[in-house]
Every structure is written in structure tokens, then in C-alpha cells.
């Protein structure tokens, strides 16, 4: 999923800014390993010491990944808690001060759904069908070569009721039985 924040990470020691960081992603790794994403070489610092991680649609949420010397936020030790702007996270000598700025979305295009929205399993409201049924509908000429939705008549193999090809229909059903297991699995 795209994400609409900008997280920026100040890395400091005693005050003295080392790096700052800007990241888009949902996931951020902190630690001693080479490979996260942020990146500190100290033998206070577990390999895998703290995460930072986006919820569907909610806050960012740091939590401690079983370090040695543990995570604090704020002062206060934590297993995981919620990040906030302005917030800081302690690890050692190391302090990690939080801003979370939104994204600038002016390239979202007109109708508010952008290509972005659609990786992975998607629950569209009623309004955002109605707009995909409608560019379908105008997307399509019917078996004559006209579009129905500009006048034409019905080919055969359209429904009285809402104007959708048999195709067209199978596929939704589809598209909707996908979703639903998909559902099914994820909230059981």
C-alpha cells in the first residue's frame, strides 16, 4: 500500500545530530545489523533492536525486538507502543527524535483513487463501485459497435438490469468471491 506519510528520523548522540533520515516506506528497521535501515555501529545497539512499523490506515507503532537494553519512548520503556510526531525514541546512548509529515498527494488524480490504492486486497465503497461500473460501461462498445452508455441499444448477451455483459458480471462475481476469502482469512 502507498504510503501517505513522510516518517523523518533525526539520529542524535548527546544532542549532536549524526544523520537524518526520510522514509516512505511502512516498515523501518533499526539496529546494528548492516542491512536496516537505520543502521548504528555500537555494541550497545542489538542486531535487530527496534522497529518501526505502519498499521493499515493508523499510526506508525515502535516495538522493541527483544534487544538486550531494551526500547524506550519518551523516557518510558516499551514493547510497543504508538508513534507520534515530535516523539523520541531512546535506544542506549542514541536518541531517535520522530517527525511525521504528510505526503504531498497534488499528483492523485481527479476521482481520488490512484493506481497506488489498488496492491493487494481493495474494499471499495458504494460510490467508488458505482464510478468503476460507470467507466467500464462508457470503456466498452457494445456487440454492435455503439456504446450502450451513450444511447446505443442492449447487445444479446447484456442483463435488462444493470447494463453489465454476462463476461462482465462473472468477472465481478469473481473480483467479489476473491475478496471475500481473502476477508475471510485475514479477520477470522
Given amino acids: 500500500m502507498h504510503n501517505d ?4 528520523i533525526e539520529l542524535a548522540i548527546k544532542d549532536n545530530i549524526l544523520k537524518t533520515y526520510a ?3 511502512d516498515v523501518v528497521e533499526i539496529g546494528r545489523i548492516p542491512t536496516a535501515d537505520i543502521f548504528i555501529d555500537n555494541s550497545g545497539i542489538s542486531r535487530q533492536h527496534t522497529r518501526i512499523e505502519r498499521s493499515i490506515g493508523g499510526p506508525y507503532i515502535v516495538k522493541d525486538m527483544g534487544s538486550t537494553n531494551g526500547t ?3 523516557d518510558l520503556q516499551i514493547n510497543e507502543a504508538a508513534l507520534k510526531s ?3 525514541i531512546n535506544l542506549g546512548k542514541f536518541s531517535l527524535r520522530v517527525t511525521i509529515d504528510a505526503e ?3 499528483k492523485s488524480n481527479a476521482s481520488g483513487v490512484s493506481p497506488d490504492d489498488f496492491d493487494g486486497t481493495t474494499v471499495l465503497s458504494v460510490d467508488q463501485m458505482a464510478r468503476l461500473r460507470a467507466g467500464i460501461e462508457n470503456d466498452q462498445p ?3 459497435g455503439r456504446n450502450p452508455a451513450a444511447g446505443g441499444g442492449q447487445s444479446g448477451s447484456e442483463t435488462e438490469d444493470s447494463g453489465l455483459s454476462l463476461s462482465q458480471l462473472a468477472l465481478w462475481g ?3 468471491l476473491a475478496v ?3 476477508g475471510f482469512f485475514i479477520f477470522k
Fill in 5 to 8: 506519510h513522510l516518517l523523518k
Fill in 23 to 25: 522514509f516512505t516506506q
Fill in 72 to 74: 524506550f519512548l519518551n
Fill in 86 to 88: 515530535s516523539d523520541v
Fill in 104 to 106: 504531498d498527494n497534488s
Fill in 142 to 144: 457494445s456487440a454492435s
Fill in 174 to 176: 469473481g473480483v467479489i
Fill in 180 to 182: 471475500a476469502v481473502v
